[in-house]
């Protein structure tokens, strides 16, 4: 069974930068579309950025765009998002997540249209 787990999430201030990692064992990563989602407290949770198997296609939710860069490596099973220019409202747990897809290029945006989760990391934006 596949296994996601994050890390990179810390207290980062105003304006700062951060980048989150999650490595997947267990199963075939080049066989697997994936995504970052985040949640506050309180809220629902959200997408963020998601990117197809092959790391071609890619997309990022509006609130975050032109601040956050999704993207993957197949040789070392991991997935990255660096994000910069970081506000409070940035604040959540980040997960990443998994789904096996069939088509290479297809990107899912919808927490429902995932299989596995993470645990996920805290990124905290204050000062």
């Known amino acids: 069974q596949v296994q996601l787990v994050e890390s990179g999430g810390g207290l980062v201030q105003p304006g700062g930068s951060r980048r989150l990692s999650c490595v997947v064992s267990?199963?075939?990563?080049?066989?697997?579309?994936m995504g970052w989602f985040r949640q506050a407290p309180g809220k629902e949770r959200e997408f963020v950025a998601c990117i197809s198997r092959s790391g071609i296609v890619s997309s990022n939710a509006d609130a975050v765009k032109g601040r956050c860069t999704i993207s993957r490596d197949n040789a070392k099973n991991t997935l990255r998002l660096q994000m910069h220019t970081l506000n409070p409202e940035d604040t959540a747990v980040y997960h990443c997540?998994?789904?096996?897809?069939?088509?290479?290029?297809?990107?899912?945006?919808?927490?429902?249209?995932?299989?596995?989760w993470g645990q996920g990391t805290q990124v905290t934006v204050s000062s």
């Open positions: 997540a998994a789904r096996n897809s069939g088509d290479f290029h297809s990107i899912f945006r919808q927490v429902n249209e995932y299989d596995t």
């Open positions: 267990g199963g075939t990563f080049s066989d697997y579309a």
